[in-house]
């Protein structure tokens, strides 16, 4: 199984410039060569090879003045270049046979890209020092954040540097799906909520963090603040880095986020059910902006590669699955549902039940997991918590539960393991 470890970098003074040249050569060559078969091909000529190019624009160029200066970066990072742009025509030229004629052509790179990137193999001799550092040809040693360990050593690095300023190297490492860990009962379906981010059959609802719903404020400030300055303006400029600083925020928050709660998630349960959103289909409806921001399709994948390295099963249940109208205890279809409604009776078995717990228990029997579909029933009748519990407290009303809280209110936790103290009052006396 493939991996991507990312980590933090961070480059001095020269080292920064040493690697801007990087970034700027490997462009050159990138748009020098996208040119060349460009102009091959209008002219009817054949499709210039990638050997040819290579000695033409980087070999060959290097004797001359305009290109002298592609001597000063190493020449991995110029054929690795080349290689992208054959990548680049590799996938054009597939969707042009799948008759998907939306896609475009390969394009020239700028300066003003926001991500920036080069990438060093096996021949570039780079290594990791016995300092931690991350030892680059022709930019030198750089520091570098090891979050945590690389499982086996990669033969590649790639260096980007973000819209926000930030640098990374990125390796791919191959690992091993050996880690199994040990066979746990529990089977758990994850419903999308309305105003949670997901919402779980064994009737746990889990809000974002509140790091990331701050990290989403600043967002929007930063986002504000850009709309008002004026175009070509030198604050202008300066509201922008802010914006990418705190898009680069949230989604760091976020990610930290999926990988905190999906790892929980495959350490407490053998099989996971989730629903398959296809998220492009929803684009056009009012669900689209809660949808895209939240993230459910990273979150998804987290659980499916987390599944498939420690020995879990995770099944995407099809979306026109009616999950939030059919009855989770007597199976009966009800019909579709307002959004607003968050709690309904059922008219066949008379059962009370939480809109979105019901929908994850069916996510989950869907799957053909087994869980009880009390979780989703709210009971008899409304039951006030106590003070203190999970929720939000207003003026001293007490919180209903089954209810969700109001969003922004004090109910967010990150970690749904806390929670399940405060939880148990949600479940139906026995
Ligand atoms: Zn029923």
Not at 66 to 82: C, D, Y
Not at 90 to 108: E, H, I, T, V
Not at 151 to 172: E, I, L, M, N, Q
């Amino acid at each position: 199984m493939h991996l991507r470890y990312a980590f933090r970098m961070y480059p001095n003074g020269p080292q920064r410039s040493a690697l801007a040249r990087a970034f700027g050569c490997a462009r050159v060559v990138y748009n020098d060569a996208l040119r060349a078969r460009e102009t091959a091909r209008a002219a009817g000529e054949p499709f210039p090879k990638t050997g040819d190019l290579s000695k033409l624009l980087i070999t060959e160029a290097k004797k001359t003045d305009e290109r002298a200066w592609l001597g000063e970066v190493s020449a991995v990072v110029l054929q690795q270049s080349l290689r992208d742009l054959d990548t680049a025509y590799r996938n054009f030229f597939d969707r042009l046979k799948g008759n998907r004629p939306r896609m475009g052509a390969p394009r020239l790179k700028s300066r003003k890209d926001n991500r920036q990137a080069v990438r060093f193999t096996a021949n570039a001799r780079w290594k990791i020092t016995p300092g931690g550092d991350l030892s680059l040809p022709k930019i030198g040693d750089v520091r570098v954040k090891w979050s945590r360990r690389l499982p086996s050593v990669p033969s590649t690095v790639t260096v980007v540097k973000d819209a926000a300023g930030r640098y990374f190297c990125s390796f791919v490492v191959d690992t091993e799906p050996g880690e199994v860990l040990p066979e746990v009962t529990p089977e758990v379906g994850i419903d999308l909520g309305l105003g949670h981010f997901a919402v779980l059959s064994d009737g746990r609802k889990i809000d974002a963090p509140r790091f990331l719903r701050r990290a989403e404020k600043k967002l929007k400030r930063a986002q504000q603040a850009l709309s008002r300055k004026a175009r070509g303006s030198s604050n202008r400029g300066k509201a922008r880095l802010k914006v990418a600083r705190a898009h680069a925020k949230v989604a760091d928050a976020r990610r930290e986020f999926h990988h905190h709660l999906s790892t929980e998630l495959i350490r407490e349960n053998q099989a996971i059910a989730v629903e398959d959103l296809a998220v492009k289909g929803l684009a056009r409806t009012r669900l689209a902006k809660s949808v895209y921001d939240v993230g459910w399709s990273q979150f998804v994948s987290f659980l499916e590669y987390k599944a498939a390295r420690y020995g879990r099963t995770v099944t995407r249940i099809g979306r026109f699955e009616p999950t939030s109208q059919v009855c989770s205890h007597c199976g009966v279809r009800e019909g579709p549902k307002p959004l607003h409604i968050r709690v309904w009776g059922c008219g066949a078995c008379g059962s009370v039940l939480d809109r979105d717990i019901n929908a994850a228990v069916n996510v989950a029997k869907a799957a053909g997991l087994a869980v009880s579909a009390c979780r989703a029933q709210v009971g008899p009748g409304l039951v006030p918590a106590q003070r203190g519990e999970a929720g939000t407290h207003r003026d001293g009303q007490p919180t209903v539960v089954g209810i969700p809280a109001p969003l922004g209110g004090g109910a967010a936790e990150v970690n749904p393991r806390r929670r399940s103290g405060s939880g148990s009052s949600r479940r139906r006396p026995p």
